[in-house]
């Protein structure tokens, strides 16, 4: 509903290729497709490279399946579902082919060969319990095209492991920082690195780490600069991000 | 301390150009000088292009003060003052020629004249009382070298004044949402740009609000995808990110 | 107990039709029927159209079914009992020929034919994993007498799909607006429409959603007027005031 | 943007009196005005009868006077000025002639004399020191035309009051409900009367009253239907929404 | 509004004494004075011995002046004003002669000498700064009559400060135990004790004392029996209800 | 370890009946037994009447049985045991013969015939679903020798089920006023009695009723004097409390 | 990575004995092994004696003997795996003859056998649900060498429990106080004894306990000196730093 | 009233030198002298080292002068004096000659010279604006006999600042980190040293830092070994405990 899609619509009416009744009818319908329990949205894909994503959580079997049929139809060429959880997975439609990962409780849908993955995405950890979390992020920016680099276990309480890695964090293009007890880590990272970091807060943890919020208040606070924080164990929403900043492309001046 | 550096250092020990001991002590004092209450970070001026940032709140004049001279007599071609109220502001050395916004709480110190601003960072506010933290962000991305789009008061209640800016939110390269209140503003523009959002709750707001945490947890839980979260009121903080993400160069493949 | 209820009781002590002490024995008795885990109140059937609900969670099978045939005893033509779970609502009592809705988790037991329909309530969700929630709603506001529409999967995230909507909401008496993660559709509705707006948090989402209260601060929160709120996941709360509003009378002058 | 302002535009450009270049323009600016810090919205004034609202919380007072002289210029007939403390209330322009209320912070401005007003909302409050909420929603809504009557001082603790009042409850076609400290006031009233009751939590009171946050959460949980929250101290909104609902017209079978 | 009053009316009704209209409007206008601002309660004046409390805080001195002489008026033999900030003390009607006790924020107006102060209630403070607290509940429960002994500066982190006291402990009817920070006196009272301890949180501490709430909390969560908890800094509730507790007589068998 | 008991055992050494070690190995001992996993406390028996309480959560079968063993071989005619699951009830060693009511999930070990009760607690329920609790209140205050009435699911949103029990109110000499959701029961209690009001919160609700913590500060927020309140779902704390004060003898003068 | 390696390392490429690539491969892999899912790290067994820990919670069996295998080549004398699942415990694997204790959670590797234990750390709960934790607490400090005595169930509301216990609280070196619901224990033993004690919060409670965030406000609350405080439920945390005071040396002047 | 104590005065009974009534009169008073608004308590002295601390907030210049002057009648040789503001700390006593140390809001008054300082104690901060936390602690440290080692503004957001001073911690009998904001400072200083850690959350940050709350919270979730945590802001309670663990002595094996 940018302002060319509208322009062009409107010189179809002046034009007299299109009724003002037909216009409005277009209007109300384009973006995407209603299945009664859902409004599965055909723009994005455009937008997003012929890719698209299902929030799984909370629905059934019979909607995720309805709604990938029904992005499929409209010409996706891949599909991720998130937040999916066992039992769901092997519950969809058969012909969706869809490969579960476990830990990170996503399926992937691909109707063409991915892209190749290019730019430089490092997925840190705080702890071995972080990586599902991790690994959601690492899949999701993977199946939107971007290199991702994985480095578990690299908390600011043992901080030797991470300085010994420094030369990687300054080639990445973009840091996925995850951690949940403390939530130090990003801001360690956030000092030392030169490029964007997101912060994931995990619910791992016990007592005052009150579900993740401990780790989400830390990384807010962080006194680093080029930090920001996403959802506690919202790895999709890192990976969704790091890739559209790992894939930017120069500004022109 | 990035491998380079200590690769030059430990080369230099090798060679006899340099002793263990007057390396240790190299490596001990080289990325900053101590002024007893500050250690003055010379590193991140060669890192963000020859500019620097002094955090101002709870520092007296005196600190700020002395901290932007040894910034200065480091090559500092400019420094940028955050979190500066008034009074403190006019009691800086005068020959720092700070320049003083005060809506912002933000004092700018330029020796060179600055870069030509680049690249595109739109700023949108949910209402007119959070102006001072939209400055804060918008003068933090302006000193760093961007070219800043302000947008005001096109806050979700009225969606109408929204969607007639589409075309400008299409060509932004990062979008800065600022809210208080209930903070809805990143969710509607997450949901129709395709660049990343940078969300900044602020504590306008009464009652129910406390300070910004409802805003704040909207935007944590937003369901709109590319975007993440930064620090109540933290103008400073997603300037300074917008700037760093519109300044990407395109990856090499 | 209102004014005229007393005013006859005391105008029959006046004539003698009634003893000072059996008039206080009426006043003691007369709105409710005792059945020791409850006190059944058979005055707001009159009030509501010889409707009558009951809160099912925290019963048993034999104290609802009690409860029913009581207020059926009392001349209710429709019972409708809520937060009913599927293992309670078998077992309720088979006479009542109780008609149950799982994923409204609602029994519907009518006893003459319901009236018909009027006016409009609009029942909008955020999401598709909303839909009990608005399911409870829709149910409870069609039993008591009113013409629902649902339409479900339009949150905010993805403006256009609200928007192709606009006539619907225009001809709206009252509108429910339903959602979880960060709620801000009822602000966008708040926005769009001339009518009441009612607010339903639910506990849909993860991380720092915390159960719903950061939907709920959402919508207290919210910039645009003619909103109210109800608490988190009620359904009924929501469709009972919508029915109230939307069968309202015009004000004599 | 109503369907019927879209269609007539896009007749416009089909009938050729509109370019499609102009039907994009007029689209931009047609609802609002841009004052810089401000986007006037002149569509409000349409639906709410040539009458306007200002919020003045965080507003300087040159640009709450621009605000209305910009309303003025476009038919407003009277503008609502909220959260106005004194001393900005003094240095408006002082040819608005606004009328200032101080216990409700609230000026008003009238172009012409207001409209007869109708129906009937009944404001009963807690406490005394409950007034000032009581006030902001009482102007409010006289200002839109509904008729107010108050009855304050008539909290729970002291049960008698309230039911001495029953007739006039019975008569409301809306109910305000205000109240601090533990906030029962709607529930009781809830259960008493038929009509919508429109709830305000108050932030009087001390220790465990956490600024309004426990009246807030026992009116969410209110055992009594026909109840609904609006954020703490909100008379506005309050007042608004009653006025809203007191208009309501009957609708059509 | 009891039985008997509810009895006797309906028996003057039967006899013809009164009218149904005039048993109505006597109904709606005996127990209380309404002052516009505020309903004057004569009834528990009635309850309490001829002695009646106002609720200062949030009233003007005018207003309190009025319910003071409307108090009087009706038979009032002494008032205690609460909460009572010493620029509003200094403005009440001078022909009140009202005695103002800075510390506990408390003004006691006496027409007739008190009663004789009997019984027992022991008041103990953990800390020097708890004494305002403290000072709020001894006046109160000694305006109403009871014999009160002060011991202040006990708290637990000193327990043989508490010990060498015991005997006094051991004599007491009531207790009343006063503490911020930790808050965990009562607990320790409520082990040794074999009377009533009514818990009293002080907003004194700072940090994690989250202005009374950590004090509130440990006393709800006391292991020892016989403890129940008033709200943060309400010394009066806590005097109020001592006195009522020391003042019990035996119980018929 | 009152006075009384020091001062005999200081006269017992003063006369040579006991030697110095022994009086402090005897006052090391003597409250009570201690079993390893527990201080068996025989101090309690004496102070509340051969009668004694173990709280039964957290401890094992064996345990419970042991500390009852314990404390009948020292005497005591009775025993509570709360917070017992069915499981660990059931497991109980069988010679203790205990007594066990699932609702309140107490068991009940009795020695010898309880004596006779007396005296009057009110409880009172705002719902059905808040019995469980207030059968642990009643059984409780029924254990230590007072007579109870029990009125349920008389809430605050159906005022007139309560008033018509005012004589009975009237008459208590303490009332336990147990609610959840909202938990307005004590304020409306708290205005109409003239005897203490234990409130007790409960955790029946659902969402923003926070587990009881909606409840627990309407209670405490109370505008009504003589109330004060124990832990969410204290039935226990409630009950031995008001029979504390239920059992109180008239003061001397 | 202390000044010693480093000077060493330094030196050593001064020498030639080392190249500059070499020193910076060497630095980067020193301290720990990469074992993929887990950096372990072998620095801490050589500063804490031939000890290592694993915190076990969101670890799979198999990554548990892989992270001690790799510890055991490394020397490690003695492994202690916290936070251990029964399940998980007994899917070990066997060759490390890993000795469980079930109340604590916790399973014991020794190779050799272990030092004698020396000093005196005492750990006082207060109530027998709280042993878990205590026990986790011993059996860390035992396995580090630390003298421990246990003394349960002397909870302040029964104060003479503790004051007979005085004398061993005199002769401890460290004082770790457990204890869950008020957690009042440490205030008083912090100001009965002298040495540092060690508080651990325990989520034992119900109601307003909330999880242990009250009894761990108590406790950071604390008036009492030489305080400080460990997460709800950290037994190994308190049993680690007890140990480490403990086995404190004497200062040199 | 250690074991030591009770002997003796049980001795002294037996053997006639004491009768039984002076014996209880004697341990009544015998710890503390009452000043009716302070237990002066003369029994830290003893065990402390002749040195006394006042907490002064909350308490008026007539207090603490009166305490003090207390103190030194009993022998103390030196008194420290806490959260004095700079009013009441010039309205003191002027006999007292207590020296303000502004910043850390502290009052030194010495009878004796001090004696020699030993140990290490080092306190570090995470930036400028947390050093009157600091200075509270390490003057409390050195009043104490402590030698202290001040390392301010080396937060982990730069953490080579942290690195370069490696040798300093290393050597290090306690550390005090301080720190705000996100407080990660004690968690990196935690993997690093070998010795206890005392982390001070301050009060310093904005927004989501809640006065603290995110900062203690960090604190409390470390995953690094040998960390405690006090309140918020409490420098004094840190440096009493640093102090403590600094002072210990070897244990006998």
Known sequence: MDKQTIMELFSA???????P???????KIMPFEDLGYAKVDHHRAVRQGASEVIFGQGKTPEQISGIARSLMNNGA???LITRLDERTA????PELHAEYHSAARIAVVRIKPADIQTGSVVIASGGTSDIPVCEEAALTAEFLGSKVTRLYDV???GIHRLLSHLPLFAKAR???AVAGMEGALPSVLGGLADCPVIAVPTSIGYGASFGGLSALLTMLNSCASGISVVNIDNGFGAGYLANM???MKGAAE
Chains 1, 2, 3, 4, 5, 6, 7, 8 share one sequence.
Request: hydrophobic fraction near 50%; glycine fraction near 10%; charge should be negative.
């Open 13 to 19: 009416i002046a034009s007299g290729d299109v009724t």
């Open 21 to 27: 009744q037909a216009a409005y009818d277009r209007l």
């Open 77 to 79: 060429e891949g599909i």
């Open 90 to 93: 092997h519950a969809l439609d």
């Open 155 to 157: 908390g600011v309480a």
């Open 174 to 176: 973009v840091i996925i």
């Open 245 to 247: 900043i790992n894939k």
